[in-house]
C-alpha cells in the first residue's frame, strides 16, 4: 500500500469539498465499517506479528490524519454556511409584538398564601390530611359519636366505598387534622391546615366546597388569652390595620371547651363589602381550648397537657379584604371575575399586602 500517494490524495480530495453531505461520504469511504482504514485494519490479522506492528502503526497515523483533516473541514464548513445564513436572513423589527395573556393568581390562593406566611411567622408549621375522611377522623374523635346533635350543625356529603361499604364523608372542616397530628405526634404541636372542606349548603356566604384554615397548638401551659392574642394579633397583619372592629362570641363545638366565635364587623356598599367597621357582622372562624376528651381519644395525657384551636374560613376574610359580596363567585370560573380580582404573579405588592 503506497500510504503517501493515499494521504496525499485523500487530503487533496477533502480540501475540494464544499458541503457536509459529500463530506460524510468521503469519511465513510475511508473510515465508515466498510470503509479503506477499516477493511485494511481487518487484514492485519493474517499478518506476520512484526508486519502487524509495522503497518498497525501507519494505518493508525493515518486514520487519525484524515479524522482530524475531516473535523477541521466540516467546522470550516459550517462556520461557511452560518456567516451566509447571518448575510441572507433579515429580522423584520416593524412587526408588532404578539399578545399574549398573563394567568392570574386566584384570591383563595393569595389569600391562603398569606394566611401561612402570618403563621409561619409565629412558629406555626404546615399540616395537611384526605379530603375524603373516615366518620372516625371527621366526627367521632372529635367527640361528636353518632346521633350526637351536633353531626347535624354541618349537612355532610356522605358516601360509601363500595369495596368494605365502610362510610366516609368529604371532610366538613379541617379539624379532622387536628386528630391525624395529634394521633402520630407528641406534643408540642404547632400546626395550621389550610385546605378544602364541603358542606351541602348554597347561597351568598356559604359554597358546597369551600375552604378552611385549621390551627392547632398543644403545650403546657396555654389559654383562652393566648388564643385571643393569636388571633387578634394574625387578623390585624392580615388586613393590615391597627384597630379591627372584632367581638368574640361564646359559642359550642363539641371538640372546644369553652368555645367561641369570632365576627369581623362590615358594612356593605352597593356590591362591595367594607369591612373592620359598620354595623353588620361577618362570622370568620370558630374557636376554643381543646376538649380534654379529644386529647384522650388521641392518646395525649390531659392533665399534662392543653391547648387551643381554632377554624378560620377562608373564603370569609377574602371576601373582606377583598371586597367581594358573593361568596359564590369564587368557583365560577368566570375570566372577567379573575382579571378583576386575581393577582399578578411577579407582583406580589399589588393588593396583596405582602
Ligand atoms: N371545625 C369548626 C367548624 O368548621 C371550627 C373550629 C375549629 C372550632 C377548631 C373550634 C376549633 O365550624
Not at 477533502?14 to 473510515?31: A, Q, V
Not at 398543644?218 to 392574642?229: E, F, P, T, V
Request: proline fraction near 5%; include cysteine.
Amino acid at each position: 500500500m503506497d500510504f503517501s500517494k493515499i494521504e496525499k490524495d485523500t487530503l487533496e480530495q477533502i480540501n475540494s469539498i464544499k458541503n457536509l453531505d459529500e463530506l460524510e461520504k468521503i469519511r465513510l469511504s475511508y473510515l465508515g465499517k466498510k470503509g479503506l482504514i477499516s477493511q485494511e485494519m481487518k487484514n492485519l490479522v493474517n499478518l506476520e506479528i512484526d508486519e502487524k506492528k509495522e503497518l498497525g502503526k501507519k494505518l493508525n497515523t493515518l486514520k487519525n490524519l484524515i479524522q482530524n483533516k475531516i473535523e477541521s473541514k466540516r467546522i470550516e464548513i459550517q462556520n461557511i454556511d452560518l456567516n451566509k445564513k447571518m448575510l441572507d436572513e433579515k429580522l423584520d423589527l416593524t412587526l408588532p409584538p404578539r399578545n399574549y395573556s398573563n394567568g392570574k393568581i386566584h384570591p383563595i390562593s393569595q389569600t391562603i398564601n398569606s394566611v401561612i406566611n402570618i403563621f409561619s411567622g409565629m412558629g406555626f408549621s404546615v399540616a395537611d390530611g384526605p379530603d375524603i375522611e373516615t366518620d372516625f377522623h371527621n366526627f367521632t374523635a372529635l367527640n361528636i359519636p353518632p346521633n350526637h346533635p351536633a353531626r347535624e350543625m354541618q349537612d355532610t356529603f356522605y358516601i360509601t366505598n363500595e369495596k368494605n361499604k365502610e362510610k366516609l364523608v368529604l371532610r366538613t372542616h379541617t379539624s379532622p387534622v387536628q386528630i391525624r397530628t395529634m394521633m402520630n405526634k407528641e406534643p408540642p404541636i404547632k400546626i395550621i391546615v389550610p385546605g378544602r372542606t364541603y358542606r351541602c349548603d348554597s347561597d351568598s356566604t356559604h359554597s358546597p366546597m369551600f375552604h378552611q384554615c385549621e390551627g392547632l397548638l398543644i403545650d403546657k401551659d396555654s389559654n383562652m388569652a393566648h388564643l385571643k392574642g393569636c388571633l387578634i394579633d394574625f387578623l390585624k397583619n392580615f388586613f393590615e390595620l391597627d384597630e379591627l372592629k372584632f367581638r368574640f362570641r361564646p359559642s359550642y363545638f363539641p371538640f372546644t371547651e369553652p368555645s367561641a366565635e369570632m365576627d369581623i364587623a362590615y358594612r356593605k356598599e352597593k356590591n362591595t363589602f367594607k369591612f373592620g367597621e359598620g354595623e353588620d357582622w361577618l362570622e370568620i372562624l370558630g374557636c376554643g381550648m381543646v376538649n380534654p376528651i379529644v386529647l384522650e381519644n388521641c392518646g395525649i395525657d390531659s392533665k399534662n397537657y392543653k391547648g387551643f384551636a381554632f377554624g378560620l374560613g377562608i373564603e370569609r376574610i377574602a371576601m373582606l379584604k377583598y371586597g367581594i359580596a358573593d361568596l359564590r363567585s369564587f368557583f365560577e370560573t368566570d375570566l372577567r371575575w379573575i382579571k378583576h380580582y386575581g393577582f399578578n404573579p411577579l407582583n406580589l405588592t399589588s393588593k396583596s399586602g405582602l
